[in-house]
């Protein structure tokens, strides 16, 4: 069956960094686009950015680009958000999510598995 689980997450200051994990089972990343999203309190989820199957194209939502990275570590079969200079309004449930094949979006609607999520709040 196929999983997604979610770590990394917590309390860090502003400024600060996090590292979050999107553990994949039940398949194999090489054929799937995975992308990380978002969601406040009272918001629609948005998405951060994603990483194709290949893992040579990935893309950034413009309110994290140049502070955040995604990469794919094949062997451990993991996904991972290297989130820096992490501000407030960062503040939310991020969620990976999974597409079979190569899908060039940020939109939630394109994605069809989804982990539990992982909590990251940015305060002083």
């Known amino acids: 069956q196929l999983q997604l689980v979610e770590s990394g997450g917590g309390l860090v200051q502003p400024g600060g960094s996090l590292k979050l994990s999107c553990a994949a089972s039940?398949?194999?990343?090489?054929?799937?686009?995975i992308g990380w999203f978002r969601q406040a309190p009272g918001k629609e989820r948005e998405g951060v950015s994603y990483t194709t199957n290949s893992g040579w194209n990935t893309n950034y939502a413009y309110f994290v680009k140049g502070r955040f990275s995604i990469f794919k570590d094949n062997a451990k079969n993991t996904v991972y958000l290297q989130m820096d200079n992490l501000k407030p309004e960062d503040t939310a449930a991020y969620y990976c999510?999974?597409?079979?094949?190569?899908?060039?979006?940020?939109?939630?609607?394109?994605?069809?598995?989804w982990g539990q999520g992982t909590q990251v709040t940015v305060s002083s």
């Open positions: 999510a999974a597409r079979g094949g190569r899908v060039w979006s940020l939109s939630p609607t394109d994605y069809d598995y």
């Open positions: 039940g398949f194999t990343l090489d054929y799937y686009t």
